[in-house]
C-alpha cells in the first residue's frame, strides 16, 4: 500500500473510532437516570387550616386546591381565589392547580352538562364561564386546571373485602356484573366515540386560545374506567383501547396547554397487563411532554373486571412507573386519588397518610439511583 493511502485509511479509522466512542458516550449518558423532578401533591380537602395542617405534617407542599366560589352566571370569583393561595402559602404548600367544573359525576349531575350534550346555545354560555374560570386561574398563579370529559359517570359495582389488609375495603368493577343491572341510559342517550370527540374539540378550539393567553395548562381525566363500545348507550373517547383514545386526545392539538391528568389507575383499567403495558404508555405521553398531573392509584385486574387497592399491592410495581416518570423528565405532581376504605372512623385519612409517605418514599427511591 502506498504511503499515502496508508495515512488516509489510518486517519479514516481514526475518525470512526471517534465517532464511535461519542456515539456510545451519548447512549450511555441517555441511558443515566435523570434527575427526580416530580413531587408528591393531592387534590383532596381543599384550603382549610384543618387540612393544609394535615398536608403540611405530612410533607405534602403542592396541591389542587379544589376550586374557587363561584359566582352565578359569570365564573370563579378572583379574591377567593387569590385568598386561597394566601392560605396555603402560610404553610409553605404551593397552590398548583384546579379543577374545572367538568367532574366525573357524570352527565346527570354535572354542574356544565351541556358541554358534554353537545347542546347549543346552551353549552357556549357554560364555555364563557369556563373561558373565565381559566382567566381567573392565570391571574391567581394557578397554571393548571384538571378535568374531565365524560357522560357516564365512575363506574363501579361493588367492595371486595381484604382480610390480609385489615378488612380493608378495595373499590371495585366487574362488566359482567354491571350487565346484569342492566342500569339505564343517561339523559345523552347513544353517543359514538366520534360525537364525543366532536363535543371535546368544540370545547377545546374555544378554551385553548384562553388558556395559552394566561398559561393554564388544561389536563383532562380518562374517563373510568374504560368500557366496551356502546355501554348504555355511550361510548368513551379512551374505550375500547385505551392507548388508542390517549393518542387521539393528544393528537387533537399541538399545545403546550393541551394534556393529561394521567391517572395510572384509570388507564390501568383498560389494559389486559397492567405492570408492562402502562410503562409505554407513560413513555410516548411523556416524551410529548403532555403529562400535567399524576393520580398514582394501583389496581388488581384489569380490562372489566379490577379492584382498586393500596399502591403497594396491586399488579404494578410502581417503583418502575415512578423510574418511567423521572425519565420522561415529568416535573408535577404525584398524587394519590382514590383510596381503599375500611370501618375505622379515620379511614380515610389513615389511607391518605400511608400514601403520602408510600410516594415520599418512592420518590426518595428514585432520586437516590441517580446519585449512587
Not at 389494559?271 to 398514582?296: A, C, S, Y
Request: hydrophobic share 35%.
Amino acid at each position: 500500500m502506498k504511503r499515502e493511502n496508508f495515512i488516509k485509511v489510518l486517519a479514516a479509522g481514526s475518525v470512526g473510532a471517534a465517532t464511535l466512542g461519542q456515539e456510545q458516550a451519548q447512549a450511555a449518558k441517555a441511558a443515566e437516570p435523570k434527575k427526580v423532578l416530580m413531587k408528591v401533591g393531592c387534590q383532596s380537602g381543599g384550603t382549610s387550616i384543618e387540612n393544609l395542617e394535615f398536608k403540611a405534617r405530612h410533607g405534602v407542599y403542592n396541591l389542587d386546591g379544589g376550586a374557587p366560589k363561584t359566582i352565578p352566571g359569570k365564573g370563579w370569583d378572583l379574591e377567593d381565589s387569590l385568598r386561597k393561595k394566601e392560605a396555603c402559602e402560610k404553610y409553605g404548600i404551593s397552590l398548583d392547580a384546579y379543577h374545572w367544573p367538568l367532574a366525573s359525576s357524570g352527565i346527570d349531575k354535572s354542574e356544565y352538562p351541556n358541554v358534554m350534550l353537545g347542546k347549543s346555545p346552551e353549552r357556549d354560555r357554560e364555555i364563557e364561564m369556563l373561558q373565565q374560570m381559566i382567566e381567573v386561574a392565570g391571574k391567581s398563579g394557578i397554571h393548571l386546571l384538571n378535568y374531565n370529559t365524560t357522560i357516564l359517570p365512575v363506574l363501579r359495582t361493588g367492595r371486595t373485602k381484604d382480610p390480609k389488609r385489615g378488612n380493608a375495603l378495595y373499590s371495585t368493577w366487574n362488566y359482567e356484573e354491571a350487565v346484569k343491572r342492566n342500569d339505564p341510559k343517561t339523559i345523552a342517550g347513544d353517543v359514538s366515540i366520534d360525537m364525543m370527540f366532536e363535543r371535546i374539540t368544540y370545547l377545546l378550539d374555544r378554551c385553548l386560545p384562553v388558556a395559552k393567553e394566561y398559561k393554564v395548562k388544561l389536563a383532562n381525566h380518562i374517563a373510568d374506567p374504560p368500557t366496551p363500545v356502546g355501554y348504555r348507550g355511550i361510548t368513551r373517547w379512551n374505550s375500547p383501547d385505551v392507548f388508542e383514545g390517549i393518542k387521539r386526545f393528544a393528537q387533537l392539538y399541538k399545545s403546550e396547554y393541551h394534556g393529561f391528568n394521567f391517572c395510572i389507575g384509570s388507564i390501568a383499567e383498560g389494559l389486559k397487563d397492567p405492570k408492562t403495558e402502562i410503562l409505554p404508555i407513560i413513555k410516548w405521553v411523556g416524551e410529548r411532554k403532555q403529562i400535567f398531573n399524576i393520580h398514582l392509584r394501583n389496581i388488581k385486574g384489569g380490562w372489566n373486571n379490577f379492584q382498586e387497592v393500596y399502591p403497594d399491592n396491586g399488579d404494578m410495581n410502581f417503583l418502575q412507573v415512578v423510574r418511567a416518570l423521572r425519565d420522561v423528565g415529568f416535573d408535577g405532581m404525584v398524587m394519590p386519588d382514590h383510596v381503599p376504605h375500611h370501618e375505622d372512623e379515620a379511614a380515610t385519612p389513615q389511607a391518605f397518610s400511608f400514601s403520602y409517605g408510600y410516594i415520599k418514599g418512592l420518590l426518595q427511591a428514585a432520586a437516590d439511583e441517580v446519585k449512587a
